[in-house]
């Protein structure tokens, strides 16, 4: 009978770790390597997501799946087995709208490729621009987000998204589903006089009805070219723009439109409803307002985050902080976004809005719900990521603590069953001044 290795959390990281020593001294965050052997973790609280926590319980992964989770399960007798009591099992936490691994460094020109030229861009594929090496996505998994929407910006439309796990070699390793959504950015339907326009309320009301007649045209000519395409049996030229639109016409491909102001998310509801398409709103912010048509249409709404300032002068402080708790008493299917106005760079944070929500009225079950399984539910991942159930992807996060909470810290993770790394520049930054500080006498010993 094989011999059944037991080792501490604590033991198994460091094991991990020392394997790997030589390596990330040249090339840090190595992605993380599976195991032929099965991985038992023992004496956690695992927080399943779809039901009830379970005490002093046991979860089994082969093959990057979770093949059994419960308080009596059966280890296989050749599994490495974890000793994780006294800590806690999570489903890795999703971000359901970011640039992850289209931006490094937002003030740098030359490291931003979130978005093509022109203002119709169907076409473009957020996932084959992302940079697998970016310094962003290890300081993101750190704190136990490892999973990401993807999604271009700018123009009218957008492009395509794609759900990303944050670790591997390509664009193809990270990609978990392409094709997730079809973005657009939906014009301000009213005048603004402020900082960040020199347009008149006639040159902006102007702008709003040509973007709008652009976009009605787009789907006129996608329908034309589908019709075409179908008459020619095929022999019809290929156009990639209208290619790209003829899932969204099919209703396999939701509009994932950006909209803050009621006016812009009720506009975008009436158009969605006038050419049979899907919709998911982004940003959100006054989508409480009209909250019984967006439940009546059942368009589920992605939170731009939960840290904002108020849109308007006469608002509370804490109306921005108050969405997800009105968007759940009144029934509408939402979850959270933490990347904010700093894109990826914020993602790290996305647990911390979830818990700013949970003190502004949001039960917490609701809250860690809206950063796990609503965001794959929403998007239509849900059967392999967020929960931690049999037959999911074994993504998940073992922490010392409530992940809502700042002090907890993330003691390991697995992206479908294999152990990553949760070193980061911060940390290495970190270390360095301590050694820095050290020397001047400056710490003790």
């Not at 099992?89 to 030359?110: C, K, Q, S």
């Not at 790394?421 to 050290?438: P, Q, V």
């Amino acid at each position: 009978m094989p011999r059944i290795a037991i080792l501490s959390l604590t033991t198994f990281v460091c094991v991990v770790v020392g394997l790997h020593s030589t390596l990330l001294v040249a090339s840090p965050e190595i992605p993380g390597e599976a195991t032929k052997q099965p991985i038992a973790i023992v004496g956690a609280t695992v927080h399943p997501i779809s039901g009830e926590p379970l005490e002093h319980a046991t979860l089994v992964v082969r093959q990057g799946k979770i093949v059994s989770v419960g308080i009596k399960v059966n280890v296989p007798n050749n599994a490495i087995t974890i000793d994780a009591s006294g800590k806690h099992i999570y489903p890795g936490m999703f971000d359901a709208h970011t640039d992850m691994g289209l931006v490094e460094v937002n003030a740098v020109r030359a490291s931003v490729d979130v978005r093509e030229t022109g203002s119709i861009n169907p076409n473009v594929k957020s996932w084959v621009s992302v940079n697998p090496d970016s310094e962003i996505i290890p300081v993101t998994r750190s704190n136990g987000v490892l999973l990401a929407l993807s999604a271009p910006a700018g123009g009218l439309i957008s492009g395509q998204s794609a759900v990303l796990q944050l670790d591997g070699w390509t664009w193809e390793d990270l990609a978990v589903q392409t094709g997730i959504g079809m973005h657009v950015v939906w014009p301000r339907m009213s005048p603004s006089i402020d900082w960040d326009t020199d347009e008149s309320a006639k040159e902006q009301i102007e702008s709003r009805d040509k973007a709008l007649e652009r976009l009605r045209q787009t789907f006129v000519d996608a329908r034309a070219y589908e019709q075409a395409r179908r008459a020619d049996e095929g022999q019809h030229p290929i156009d990639l723009r209208w290619e790209a639109m003829l899932p969204v016409l099919a209703g396999k491909l939701p509009l994932i439109v950006d909209a803050d102001d009621i006016q812009q998310i009720q506009a975008s509801v009436a158009f969605a409803e006038q050419q049979k398409v899907k919709l998911i709103i982004y940003g959100g912010y006054d989508a409480p307002l009209c909250a019984e048509l967006l439940k009546k249409r059942d368009v589920a709404v992605i939170i731009g985050g939960v840290y904002r300032l108020p849109m308007r002068r006469s608002e509370a402080y804490d109306t921005p902080f108050t969405v997800p708790a009105r968007l759940h008493e009144a029934g509408v299917r939402f979850c959270i976004s933490g990347s904010g106005r700093f894109g990826a760079s914020n993602v790290r944070n996305l647990p911390y809005h979830a818990a700013m929500a949970v003190a502004f009225g949001l039960p917490h079950d609701e809250a860690m719900k809206a950063i796990t399984s609503s965001p794959a539910q929403i998007l239509g991942v849900a059967e392999r990521v967020g929960t931690l159930e049999r037959g999911r992807d074994a993504t998940f996060i073992i922490t010392d603590g409530d992940p809502l909470e700042t002090t907890t810290q993330v003691e390991a993770a697995y992206i479908q069953g294999r152990e990553v790394d949760l070193n980061n520049r911060h940390k290495r930054l970190w270390k360095k001044y301590e050694e820095k500080y050290r020397r001047l006498g400056l710490t003790k010993e």
